[in-house]
């Protein structure tokens, strides 16, 4: 298994530190608004990586945080009138919401930066008492420059670095290129109670006191968008390598920008759609197979001809699942060949795999799912005269290396509404074998008010979301 290091800017053979295991940390959302496609990205993409790395065995403990106290979150309190804490919990419940609808698996834990004030503060004194840090009226700054390895992920010369840092209102910097671990606390904001009084914590100390709490000094997989590398991942590093002694990541893993007209999508160029916007028109499933049909790092641009594209080869693998299911229960008697075992299963593991080893392809993996279902179509087909164990050996693979992806096939729907669709359409059945036109077309019409469109097939009856 190999992946493409941000460190190295190469591909690197996959070592965990401890054998079997793997520790990840994913930068998750500043929760004062609905998270939108571009956040959509890594937050699918490493669940990915998560799902794959448990389908190789490997026992996956991933952390994924919600930043619940941020200069955003406070000024969008102040713009609806409420507390910060209600902000976060209120876009906290909306993230969910949206999670859930793009079929990510919960992080094994969800850490939140107020959760975690304590070991904030920890580390800080950590940094201050080895020189990396200091105080000034209440403030905390990193002493960027006393790192000498500063720009080392971002692959920028501290030069360059320095041109571009400046002063903010308020600041009280030794160097303009220092950078924030600890605010005091302002009239009105949310604060704690500190060594150098009461205040709140700067976003980048937040996340390394987070995943050395939950996973350790040193870290298997670190992963994020690639705007994350500088300067949020770089003031990571130097925090955590600082107070650690110690190396803090292995693999650095980012995801490239989501585009709209070849501008990278975010809400601070105001050029940006929430995942709840895109799903009222697409559907969650479709924004899901948009992010599997390219490859994690490529740029990838949004447009609603793309997310049709998506929608119409998810309705395809969609299609071939049902046909499948069909046979595995109404297919001939008689066993698998020996060929059929050979050709109908392993060469597609065995090419999943090796795409999906090679820094996590899901592009070339979609592929393989889409091969071995134009070949399951020919073989599991009316003029093929199918057996059920044959219809089962094709449909064992496609789910598994589906289930793989997340590749939504209809899972989210209430079982309960399936079967009282299914039920109508018995119903409908019923009354057209009675010559009932007027029953059967009422129920037609009833299932497309639904948006329930239904198709006559070799295998019967079939239905499908408009």
């Known amino acids: ?51 794959y790395f448990e389908y190789r065995g490997y026992d996956v403990t991933f952390v994924q945080n919600f930043t619940d106290v941020d200069d955003k979150i406070i000024r969008r309190a102040n713009e609806e009138g409420i507390s910060s804490d209600e902000v976060a919990e209120k876009y906290i419940a909306e993230y969910w919401k949206d999670a859930g609808g793009l079929g990510v698996l919960p992080a094994t834990v969800h850490p939140r930066a107020t959760e975690n004030i304590d070991a904030i503060i920890k580390i800080i004194e950590t940094l201050i008492e080895k020189d990396y840090a200091y105080e000034a009226e209440g403030d905390v700054y990193y002493r960027t420059l006393k790192f000498e390895e500063y720009g080392k992920l971002s692959h920028q010369p501290i030069d360059d670095l320095m041109a571009g840092a400046r002063v903010n209102v308020g600041e009280v910097k030794e160097n303009p290129l220092d950078f924030a671990l600890w605010k005091a606390a302002k009239p009105g904001e949310p604060a704690w109670d500190s060594p150098w009084g009461k205040g709140r914590p700067g976003w980048h100390i937040e996340c390394s006191a987070m995943s050395n709490r939950y996973l350790g000094k040193t870290i298997d997989i670190h992963c994020g968008g690639a705007d994350l590398a500088f300067p949020h991942h770089e003031n990571e590093i130097a925090q955590s390598e600082a107070a650690n002694g110690c190396k803090f990541v292995n693999y650095w893993l980012h995801n490239g920008f989501i585009n709209i007209d070849n501008r990278k999508m975010s809400k601070s160029l105001g050029n940006f759609f929430t995942v709840r916007e895109a799903a009222e028109v697409y559907g969650y499933d479709c924004i899901r197979m948009f992010m599997l049909m390219s490859h994690y790092r490529s740029p990838l641009n949004y447009s609603g001809e793309i997310l049709n594209q998506a929608a119409a080869a998810l309705e395809r693998l969609r299609t071939t699942k049902a046909n499948l299911e069909f046979y595995a229960k109404n297919g001939g008697d008689g066993e698998l060949t020996e060929t059929e075992q050979v050709n109908g299963l392993e060469k597609y593991r065995a090419r999943f795999i090796e795409v999906m080893d090679d820094d996590f392809n899901t592009a070339d993996a979609v592929s393989v799912i889409f091969e071995l279902a134009r070949e399951a179509n020919a073989a599991v087909s009316p003029s093929s005269n199918p057996t059920r164990s044959l219809a089962e050996a094709y449909l064992k693979v496609f789910l598994e290396l589906s289930d793989v992806l997340g590749i939504p096939y209809g899972a989210a729907e209430a079982d309960d509404l399936d079967a009282e669709i299914d039920a109508l359409i018995e119903q409908r059945q019923a009354a057209r074998k009675a010559k009932n036109w007027a029953e059967a077309d009422r129920i037609r019409d009833e299932l497309k008010a639904q948006g329930i469109i239904l198709e006559d097939t070799p295998q019967g009856v079939k239905w499908k979301r408009a």
Do not use: Q, S, W
């Open 1 to 51: 298994m190999r992946f493409f290091n941000t460190m190295t800017m190469h591909k690197e053979e996959f070592a965990p530190i401890e054998e079997g295991k793997v520790c990840m940390y994913a930068c998750g959302p500043t929760v004062y608004n609905y998270i939108h496609v571009g956040n959509a990205r890594p937050i699918i993409m490493f669940d990915v990586l998560r799902r």
